[in-house]
C-alpha cells in the first residue's frame, strides 16, 4: 500500500482513521469493528463487503 494513500483514507461510516494489516492485507476500523481488504493493492471501501471483526480481534489491531 502507498503510504501517502494510507495517510489519507478513512472509515467510509464514521471517518475514523484505519489501521493498515499488512500479513492480513486488511484496512481495519476499530470504531465500526471491520475489517476493509485489499485486493490487487486496491482497498475494498465498501460496509457491506467489509469483514466483521469480533470485539477481541478490533481490540488487537494497532
Not at 475514523?16 to 492480513?24: N, Q, V
Request: charged fraction near 30%; hydrophobic fraction near 45%; glycine fraction near 2%.
Amino acid at each position: 500500500m502507498d503510504a501517502k494513500l494510507l495517510e489519507i483514507l478513512v472509515c467510509p461510516l464514521c471517518k475514523s482513521p484505519l489501521i493498515y494489516r499488512k500479513a492480513e492485507q486488511e484496512l481495519v476500523c476499530r470504531a465500526d469493528r471491520l475489517a476493509f481488504s485489499i485486493q490487487d493493492g486496491i482497498p475494498v471501501m465498501l460496509a457491506d463487503e467489509a469483514r466483521k471483526l469480533t470485539p477481541e480481534e478490533a481490540e488487537a489491531a494497532k
